[in-house]
């Protein structure tokens, strides 16, 4: 009980109870407006996080297309390399054998020649290839352990995010009840001071 209703100081005491019961309700309002805005700027960081993180699947599952490309290329050269590393021997020995032989077979000889020195340039070539797609494979090996950190990390944050947001819907509806209860309060208030008044 607020006051005596049967005296004007009842009265008074009960106009003091208002106004102060307004004054909670206007801060129960800058709460709830505070609440809110901190609500909706939560929701759109959740929607930048979730953005970043599809963007880091994006980067991951190129990467590891890109890694399965060079690991296919790098084996189709390794057995390029092999092949030909594997012909020259044979080559040498026929131009070796070509030499033996009559002065008719001199334009095979210089053929033979040749494709052997074009096989050790395209075999060189293959192995500095395979060493090149060697260091790409490594450097995608760490570029994937990375990305994947920053996802798990992007989760770890969405994960705050949401839990934070859950948080302050709570505190929001909380402090909307606190309203409604005050309303009723000063509704009731306002309905006894007009009676008082008659």
Not at 36 to 54: H, R, V
Not at 135 to 154: C, I, K, M, Y
Not at 162 to 167: F, K, L
Request: net charge negative; hydrophobic share 35%; with cysteine.
């Amino acid at each position: 009980q607020l006051g005596d209703l049967s005296r004007k100081v009842g009265a008074i005491t009960r106009r003091g109870e208002l106004n102060r019961l307004a004054e909670d309700l206007r801060q129960l309002d800058d709460e709830i407006q505070a609440l809110a805005e901190e609500s909706g700027q939560c929701d759109q960081n959740g929607k930048t996080l979730a953005a970043d993180q599809q963007s880091l699947r994006d980067q991951l599952l190129a990467l590891e297309t890109r890694h399965a490309q060079a690991n296919a290329a790098w084996q189709q050269n390794q057995q390029l390399a092999d092949r030909t590393k594997a012909e020259i021997p044979i080559m040498e020995a026929e131009a070796a054998g070509i030499e033996r032989q009559s002065a008719d077979c001199l334009q095979q000889h210089s053929q033979l020649t040749a494709r052997a020195s074009e096989l050790e340039a395209q075999s060189r070539a293959a192995e500095e290839l395979v060493k090149q797609l060697d260091q790409q494979v490594r450097n995608n090996r760490q570029e994937l352990a990375r990305v994947a950190e920053q996802a798990t990390a992007l989760r770890v944050t969405v994960g705050q995010t949401q839990e934070q947001r859950a948080a302050q819907m709570r505190e929001l509806l909380a402090a909307q009840q606190n309203h409604q209860e005050s309303s009723r309060q000063a509704r009731r208030i306002a309905e006894e001071l007009a009676t008082l008044e008659q």
